[in-house]
C-alpha cells in the first residue's frame, strides 16, 4: 500500500514545530482494498479511513468539484486511478500541499517548500474559490503563524477579496465560521486573523460587529493606537500571551468593547457609557454564530464590569461583592480570574503600553478569594430565610475589608 504523510504535519515539521495530528493519504486503492486491510471507514463527505493500530486518519487520494451552493455540494472522484499531484492540487495553500513519502522524500509539486521558507501563504490553484471556508483558513493560518514572518500572497488575497465581492461568504455556517473562530483567538497572534479579514472585506461578512470598530476613535491620551479595531488587535494578543490557547479568555478580549461602535459622532472620541451598549451587538453576534454559553457569559461579564475592574482602587467593598455577584463569581470560581485577565488585556493592549502592570487583575482576585473563603458555617447560628443571604454578603464584604483595607 503505497501511503503518504501530508498536510499539516509534514507542514510543520518543515516550519521546526511540533506536528500535531498526522493525516496520510493513500494512492490506488479503494473503498473495498482498505476495508480488506482492516482499516475502518469514517468519512461521509469522501472516503477516508482510521489505521487499525494507530487510529490516524489515512484519506483515498481524490479529486473534488464544486457542483453547487453550500460546504457539501462537491463532487468527489476517489478513483484508484487519482494520482498524488492531483490529491496535492486540490488542497488549499502550497504549505499544506507537500507530501512526504515513507523514506523521508518530498513530493512537492506546488513549491510549498519555498514558500515555508520565504514565509509566504499562497493559493495553490484556482480551485482555490470553490471552498470559501479556505478565507477563513488563510486567517487562521496568519493567526498561527504571523509571528514567524508570515505573509498572503498579494494574489491570494486579490482572490479572497474576489470571493468575499462575489458573495461567497455567505454560505458558510455559523458552526464553521465559530471553529476557525475559536482557533484563531487561541492562537498565538490573533490579531493576524482580524487583519486579513479586514483586509480582504471578509470581517465586514462574518463578523460586522467587529468591522464597525475599525475608524472608530478613542482618545489618544489614554489609546496612543487611537483606532478602536487595532486597540481590539492588541486586546487579543495581549490575551493570547497572557492566557494562551484560551478561547473562552479570547472571545471576550475580542468583544468587550463592541459598544465603541456605537458611539453617537457627537461624542467621539469619548465612549460615555460604551459598556452597556455593547451589550446587545454581543448578543447579536453570539445568537448569529452559536457561541457556547460559557463563552457568552464571560463576555458579556467583560463587556459589562471591565471599567469597574479598571477602577478597582476606588471600588468600596460592598461595591467589589456586588461586582463579583453580578458575575456570578460565588458560584462560577473560575469567572473572576478570567474576568481580570481580560481587563489585564485591555488595558495592555494599547500601543506602546504592553509592558503596562495592572495591579487591580491581582488584586480583585485577592478580595474573591477572601469572599468565597467565608463559610456558611461562619455565620450566626439560628438565622432563617433572607437573614442568612444578608448575614453572607456582610461576611463577604469583611472578608474583602480584611483582605484589602478598603472602606466596607
Ligand atoms: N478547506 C480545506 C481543509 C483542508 N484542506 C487540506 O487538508 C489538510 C488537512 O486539513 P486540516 O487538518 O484542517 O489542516 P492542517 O493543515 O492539517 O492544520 P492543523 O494543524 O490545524 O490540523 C490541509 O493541510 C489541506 O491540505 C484543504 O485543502 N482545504
Ligand atoms: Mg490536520
Redesign the pocket.
Known amino acids: 500500500m503505497k501511503t503518504f504523510l501530508?498536510?499539516?504535519a509534514v507542514?510543520?515539521r518543515l516550519l521546526g514545530l511540533e506536528p500535531?495530528?498526522r493525516?496520510w493519504v493513500v494512492v490506488g486503492e479503494s473503498q473495498a482494498s482498505m476495508e480488506a486491510a482492516g482499516f475502518k471507514p469514517v468519512g461521509r463527505d469522501f472516503p477516508v479511513f482510521l489505521h487499525p493500530d494507530s487510529g490516524e486518519e489515512y484519506a483515498l487520494a481524490r479529486t473534488e468539484r464544486k457542483s453547487g451552493r453550500g460546504y457539501r455540494g462537491f463532487v468527489v472522484d476517489a478513483d484508484p486511478s487519482v494520482t498524488l499531484d492531483q490529491d496535492l492540487g486540490?488542497?488549499?495553500f502550497t504549505i499544506?500541499?507537500i507530501a512526504q513519502d515513507t523514506d523521508g522524500t518530498l513530493v512537492d509539486p506546488f513549491g510549498g517548500a519555498r514558500d515555508i521558507e520565504a514565509r509566504v501563504l499562497r493559493h495553490v490553484g484556482a480551485a482555490f474559490v470553490e471552498?470559501p471556508?479556505?478565507v477563513l483558513?488563510a486567517a487562521r493560518f496568519m493567526a498561527r503563524f504571523a509571528a514567524l514572518g508570515f505573509s498572503v500572497a498579494p494574489e491570494t488575497m486579490a482572490l479572497m477579496r474576489q470571493m468575499v465581492d462575489a458573495g461567497e461568504l455567505a454560505e458558510l455556517v455559523p458552526e464553521r465560521v465559530w471553529q476557525e473562530l475559536r482557533r484563531s483567538i487561541a492562537s498565538e497572534r490573533p490579531s493576524a486573523f482580524l487583519r486579513t479579514l479586514h483586509d480582504c472585506g471578509a470581517l465586514a461578512v462574518v463578523l460586522p460587529e467587529v468591522e464597525a470598530l475599525y475608524g472608530v476613535p478613542q482618545r489618544a491620551e489614554y489609546h496612543p493606537e487611537v483606532d478602536t479595531g487595532v486597540h481590539v488587535e492588541l486586546v487579543c494578543d495581549v490575551a493570547a500571551m497572557l492566557a494562551p490557547g484560551d478561547d473562552l479568555i479570547g472571545f471576550a478580549a475580542l468583544t468587550h468593547d463592541l459598544g465603541k461602535a456605537l458611539t453617537p459622532e457627537a461624542v467621539l472620541p469619548k465612549h460615555l457609557g460604551h459598556e452597556q451598549a455593547g451589550v446587545a451587538p454581543l448578543r447579536a453576534l453570539c445568537e448569529r454564530l452559536k457561541i457556547p454559553a460559557e463563552h457568552r457569559q464571560l463576555a458579556e461579564v467583560a463587556c459589562r464590569e471591565h471599567l469597574n475592574v479598571h477602577r478597582f482602587e476606588e471600588l468600596r467593598a460592598s461595591t467589589v461583592v456586588k461586582l463579583i455577584e453580578r458575575c456570578d463569581g460565588f458560584r462560577k470560581r473560575g469567572r473572576i480570574a478570567q474576568l481580570a485577565t481580560v481587563c489585564e488585556a485591555d488595558k495592555r493592549g494599547r500601543a506602546g503600553l504592553q509592558d503596562q502592570p495592572y495591579p487591580q487583575g491581582d488584586a480583585l482576585r485577592a478580595a474573591h478569594a477572601a469572599a468565597c473563603a467565608v463559610r456558611a458555617g461562619d455565620l450566626p447560628e439560628g438565622l432563617q430565610g433572607p437573614a442568612v443571604g444578608e448575614a453572607m454578603r456582610k461576611a463577604r464584604i469583611a472578608a474583602v475589608v480584611n483582605a484589602t483595607g478598603k472602606k466596607p
Open positions: 501530508v498536510g499539516g507542514r510543520d500535531g495530528d493525516d486540490r488542497r488549499d499544506n500541499a471552498d471556508l479556505r483558513r
